[in-house]
């Protein structure tokens, strides 16, 4: 197996998975050098390909900084799923920045199903890869994930009103 | 339900997307691909960066070594990528490697002949190896270490395009140490370490 072959073509995806995990620059910077000593000390075996096999590694380096910061929580799979808010209405205005915003309010768990669904648009198989996680929990997180988001925007939406007809 | 949510998101994808930063990016990408490099480099830089394109070709395997080495050394005067962890004090430099690499690198401050400033990770062939910043004058010295096994061996010169190379076995790890520095005064330097 080729390191470079193996990982450089997804620099730029694992640096956005990075990023978006870890929150900042300095952090993120971090994350992505563990993760190259980290795929660099374990090549790749040929189970899965290059792409889930280096997200993986980036994304457990992300999660380990994460455990060590204070107030995270590991997320629980077993709680009813959100059910959808019949005014939950989506804010079809919503720009990058809020919605940048409101990925970035979700816990990490569900914010790492976003990025990779949608903004790297990995497969639900290769989600479940790098999450390590069966194909079900995916389709449970993400699912969750897009109603939290939305409340997320809507909340956003309501301070904003609020902020302008004062 | 959550089309418009997901129509949403993907109209934005780009902009939500987290560019790598070019210094960081500079770091992973081993020597020989280096256009983008080359842009932001200065014209020196450049010449002597093209001049190891050319030089590959010709050179064996230890030669080829010691272009790597040379080049890691070049691409580190460049812009961010000098050292992760700025600082003269060893016990703050050593512990930063922990956890960063699979062994604990020998890190020695010679100030004020040879003040460590710093240090940072690196990868020589496929390997990550400690990468130890020191100046001399003006002049920086990157000092190269990792496991190594075989017998110890002292010093020895190597001269590549300008830049002067110190290579050693010592204690079970191999060192080299390259620096546009005068050979008599590297040649202190590596005295240092043995």
Redesign the interface.
């Known amino acids: 197996m080729s390191?470079?072959r193996d990982v450089?073509p997804h620099?730029?995806a694992a640096?956005?998975l990075a990023?978006?995990l870890a929150g900042n620059?300095a952090d993120?910077?971090d994350v992505?050098?563990?993760a190259?000593?980290r795929a660099?000390?374990f090549p790749r075996d040929g189970g899965d390909a290059p792409r889930a096999w280096f997200l993986r590694i980036v994304r457990n380096a992300a999660f380990a900084l994460l455990r060590t910061r204070r107030g995270f929580e590991e997320v629980s799979d077993d709680e009813p799923s959100l059910e959808?808010d019949a005014a939950m209405r989506?804010v079809?205005a919503?720009?990058?920045a809020q919605?940048?915003d409101g990925?970035d309010a979700l816990a990490p768990h569900f914010r790492e199903m976003?990025v990779l669904r949608?903004?790297e648009e990995l497969s639900y198989e290769e989600i479940a890869q790098v999450a390590q996680v069966p194909i079900g929990t995916v389709m449970s997180r993400l699912?969750r994930a897009?109603a939290l988001?939305?409340k997320n925007l809507l909340r956003q939406e309501r301070s904003e009103h609020a902020r302008r007809s004062r | 339900m959550h089309d418009d949510l997901a129509e949403l998101l993907r109209e934005h994808r780009q902009e939500l997307r987290h560019p790598m930063p070019p210094g960081l990016r500079r770091k992973f990408l081993p020597p020989r691909r280096v256009p983008w490099a080359m842009a932001a480099a200065s014209a020196a830089a450049v010449a002597l960066v093209v001049g190891f394109g050319v030089g590959r070709t010709t050179g064996g395997a230890a030669a080829g070594f010691e272009q790597e080495v040379v080049a890691s050394h070049v691409r580190s005067l460049m812009a961010e990528h000098l050292q992760d962890v700025a600082s003269s004090d060893r016990h703050t430099v050593k512990p930063w490697f922990e956890g960063r690499l699979d062994f604990a690198p020998d890190v020695r401050d010679f100030a004020p002949d040879f003040p460590l400033v710093g240090g940072r990770l690196d990868y020589l062939g496929t390997r990550a190896v400690a990468a130890l910043v020191y100046k001399r004058n003006g002049h920086v010295i990157n000092l190269f270490e990792w496991p190594a096994d075989g017998v110890a061996s002292p010093p020895r010169l190597r001269t590549l395009r300008g830049y002067q190379l110190f290579s050693w076995r010592k204690d079970g790890f191999a060192f080299w140490a390259v620096s546009d520095l005068n050979a008599a005064e590297l040649q202190q330097f590596a005295q240092l370490w043995q």
């Open positions: 390191f470079r450089l620099l730029d640096y956005n990023r978006w620059d993120a910077d992505l050098q563990d190259m000593l660099h000390r959808p989506l079809a919503a720009d990058a919605l940048r990925i976003v949608e903004l699912h897009r988001l939305k």
